[in-house]
């Protein structure tokens, strides 16, 4: 997978699970400008990505996530086995 594909693979994953429009997402939308993206959006989110992507994130690193960027880039450096 690329680096282009898993952008568009978690901006769909991102819509699902907040249940949010595909086209409302960027990289740059976080948890102060999606409303669904409280406390409860971000384990479902953070779930539904590690799922998606068979990757497993650190609570270390989940409570640093802040926007869809974030996590993209967490994804990648995860999947490239750091």
Same mark, same amino acid.
């Given at each position: 997978?690329?680096?282009? @594909?898993?952008?568009? +693979? ?18 740059? @939308?976080?948890?102060? @400008? ?15 990505? /590690? /799922?998606?992507?068979?990757? @497993? ?12 960027? +974030? ?12």
């Amino acid at each position: 997978m690329t680096a282009p @594909s898993i952008e568009d +693979d978690l901006l769909n994953v991102a819509a699902h699970a907040l249940g949010v429009a595909r086209e409302d997402l960027t990289l740059q @939308s976080g948890n102060h @400008s999606v409303g669904t993206w409280d406390s409860l959006g971000h384990v479902t989110l953070v779930d539904a990505v /590690e /799922e998606a992507f068979s990757v @497993s994130f650190p609570a270390t690193e989940i409570v640093g996530f802040e926007t869809l960027q +974030d996590i993209h880039d967490a994804v990648l450096r995860h999947r490239a086995g750091g």
